[in-house]
């Protein structure tokens, strides 16, 4: 008579969760850019060992109350009440991830997760991110153009901007894409009623919002003081390298060096925004090695500095499922 035998109980296999592995992503991206940008950031490190302490963490202050305003225009742009403290996190962690896409997009989808998974149904989620950009927008543009007209000599331009040719170039460039863009919109039935229920949709929420003052101060005081904050850590850091130029002309040159860098897109605007911001630094009349250690200076305080915690940050609100 044959015997029945149990098999052993096979051991299972612990899988890994994917959120652990998620979190775990932005510490190794950040870890492999910082690894491969080292050699700037100490060379930027160095310029700054000599700097005034005082004004470092002037800008070191502007750069966190940053985030609180950042924080503040998210809040504007829905009707929710979002929590606070996650949502200045959130900001602060937006910074990791928008050095690892262009043109925003990094710290746009973390904002988009996050009101996602706070209820907010995708229409209204990205119609709350297009919000938030043109608010953003319209401040710095508005800002620098009022700067500008009480200080119409901030600036020595002369032989740095293209001549006629140069901008009637642009201006055509710019217009064939444009162009192109409506073309798209014109053939494809299906893209152009998306985007037109997104416009509807979009301009209904935006309507709805500024009919609420407490969101509409929010909206465009957290997107005005943005900007400034930014421009200040900007003069802040100029001000520790004892560049001779006045701080609102540093502010002035960092807007318009934004503003110009917004049409090329990349990662964390690395490249693009340096390069716009070190000319416009110039243009205002600091000596090009001046320059060129402010912005080294300005990067590692608002965007190097960070990086780390803001990766950890990141990690931590993908586990705990708050993205």
Not at 46 to 70: I, K, M, P
Not at 150 to 167: C, D, I, K, S
Not at 308 to 322: D, E, F, G, T, W
Request: net charge positive.
């Amino acid at each position: 008579m044959a015997v029945l035998t149990t098999p052993p109980p096979q051991r299972r296999r612990r899988n890994v969760p994917w959120r652990t592995m998620a979190g775990l992503l932005p510490a190794l991206l950040v870890g492999a850019w910082m690894a491969g940008h080292w050699s700037v950031v100490a060379d930027g490190g160095r310029d700054l060992l000599s700097a005034h302490r005082g004004w470092l963490v002037a800008a070191l202050a502007a750069t966190g109350l940053g985030w609180v305003a950042n924080a503040l225009a998210r809040q504007g742009t829905v009707h929710e009440r979002l929590p606070a403290v996650r949502l200045v996190v959130t900001q602060f962690a937006a910074t990791a991830a928008g050095q690892l896409a262009p043109a925003g997009i990094g710290a746009s989808a973390v904002n988009l997760r996050f009101l996602r998974n706070h209820g907010l149904p995708l229409m209204r989620t990205s119609a709350a991110l297009a919000l938030y950009s043109l608010a953003e927008s319209i401040s710095r543009v508005t800002l620098l153009l009022v700067l500008l007209v009480a200080f119409p000599h901030a600036l020595h331009t002369a032989g740095m901007l293209p001549g006629r040719t140069g901008m009637v170039l642009v201006a055509v460039i710019a217009s064939a894409v444009l162009a192109g863009a409506v073309a798209v919109l014109a053939s494809m039935r299906r893209v152009r009623d998306a985007v037109r229920g997104f416009v509807v949709s979009a301009v209904a929420d935006m309507r709805s919002l500024h009919a609420r003052p407490s969101r509409a101060i929010a909206l465009w005081g957290g997107s005005l003081a943005f900007p400034v904050l930014q421009a200040a850590s900007m003069a802040a850091v100029a001000m520790a390298l004892d560049m001779p130029v006045p701080a609102v002309h540093v502010g002035i040159a960092y807007l318009a060096a934004t503003c110009l860098a917004a049409v090329i897109p990349s990662p964390g605007g690395i490249g693009s925004v340096d390069a716009a911001l070190a000319l416009a630094l110039v243009a205002a009349g600091s000596p090009t090695a001046t320059a060129a250690s402010a912005v080294l200076g300005f990067r590692i305080v608002t965007v190097w500095l960070p990086l780390v915690p803001a990766a950890v940050a990141l990690s931590a609100l993908i586990r705990r499922k708050v993205l």
